[in-house]
């Protein structure tokens, strides 16, 4: 494949849906997450389940940065402001997270694996407001 494919491909993407993107984009992301919330599960304890949400925000974001500037909101240039900007979302998604989690292994399930698929799930909302609207928004010249 010749770069100019992979342009062009890439050009094609950057046509679809915002939306279509976050949710494929976002589906990967959040499978990732999880497996790093899963490992660090393993290798902590699930006394510790808040300590591993925080572990796997922090390895994440980096990862999930990349991924949404070029895959998902498709900018250009930026990249330092952007990245304080999703740090700023990132802190918000992640207390979010956070709540979510202690509410359902407190009142829901004790489950832990589970209760952080449905936070990740709830907290991903948030995230592509934030990203949308704050983080990567386009201004209108």
């Known amino acids: ?18 939306k279509i993107r976050f949710f494929l ?11 790093i919330f899963s490992a660090a599960l393993y290798l902590i304890g699930q006394e510790h389940y808040q300590i591993c949400v925080a572990l796997q925000w922090i390895i994440s974001s980096v990862f999930s940065f990349v991924n949404q500037k070029l895959f998902v909101f498709c900018t250009k240039g930026r990249w330092v402001k952007e990245y304080l900007k999703c740090c700023t979302t990132w802190v918000v998604s992640y207390i979010c997270n956070a709540v979510i ?8 399930s004790k489950n832990v694996y589970v209760g952080q698929i449905f936070s990740i799930l709830l907290a991903s909302v948030v995230t592509y407001i934030l990203f949308k609207y704050f983080a990567f928004r386009h201004r209108k010249k």
């Open 101 to 108: 989690l202690e509410l359902i292994v407190r009142f829901i």
């Open 1 to 18: 494949m010749s770069r100019e494919d992979v342009i062009t491909l890439y050009n094609k993407w950057c046509t679809l849906s915002d």
């Open 25 to 35: 984009v976002g589906g990967f992301n959040a499978a990732f997450s999880y497996v």
